[in-house]
């Protein structure tokens, strides 16, 4: 059974930061490329971030530019998100999803509170 | 980097089609055949229903399609049924090798 299951996320202080973990199970990891998508409290999903399946190409939303960076090992089958700066704005479920021209395969999310 | 804009809320009752359309700009829906569509229940995980504007995912009812015409894509949901109540979401790739959602509609099934 294909799966993600994300982990790493918490109550950070304004300015803080937080490295999110997403491990995938049931395919290849190393031939997919992967997203990061979030969602705020009752608000709409967002997506946020992309790597190639090899590592080498990343995109972000202009929003968290300068402050996130994705990485992945496709080794360990494991992609991540460093979140610097973090801001109350960054409050949210965070996903990992599969895909590249969609997103077939999602984790159940991790949740990071931005407070003081 | 805009959201692509969706209606807020549609309604219909069983066993009607309803559709939700997804508006954006030449720059992402218009430019390419990359739109799909997210089906999220309270507190679930999003699930794709639509890829490539109008493709189907093994397991997705068929009751389920897809459209675009210039830059408004549209999920259309026939004989619709209580369990299709749920938030759905559009995205597309966009010009700037980034991808965009749209701000979600709720579908409330009478």
């Known amino acids: 059974e294909m799966q993600l299951v994300e982990s790493g996320g918490g109550l950070v202080q304004p300015g803080g930061s937080l490295r999110l973990s997403c491990a995938a199970s049931?395919?290849?990891?190393?031939?997919?490329?992967m997203n990061w998508v979030r969602q705020a409290p009752g608000k709409g999903l967002e997506w946020i971030s992309n790597i190639g399946s090899s590592g080498y190409t990343m995109y972000y939303v202009d929003s968290v530019k300068g402050r996130f960076t994705i990485s992945r090992d496709n080794a360990e089958s494991t992609l991540y998100l460093q979140m610097n700066s973090l801001r109350a704005e960054d409050t949210a479920v965070y996903y990992c999803a599969r895909g590249l021209k969609f997103m077939d395969v999602w984790g159940k999310g991790t949740t990071v509170t931005v407070s003081s | 980097q805009s959201a692509l804009t969706q209606p807020a809320s549609v309604s219909g009752s069983p066993g009607q089609s309803i559709t939700i359309s997804c508006t954006g700009t030449s720059s992402d829906v218009g430019g390419f055949d990359y739109v799909s569509w997210y089906q999220q229940h309270p507190g679930k995980v999003p699930k794709l229903m639509i890829y490539d504007v109008n493709k189907r995912p093994s397991g997705v009812s068929n009751r389920f399609s897809g459209s675009k015409s210039g830059n408004t894509a549209s999920l259309t949901i026939s004989g619709l049924q209580a369990e299709d109540e749920a938030d759905y979401y559009c995205s597309s790739y966009t010009s700037r090798s980034t991808w965009v959602f749209g701000g979600g509609t709720k579908l409330t099934v009478l």
């Open positions: 049931g395919f290849t990891f190393s031939s997919y490329s």
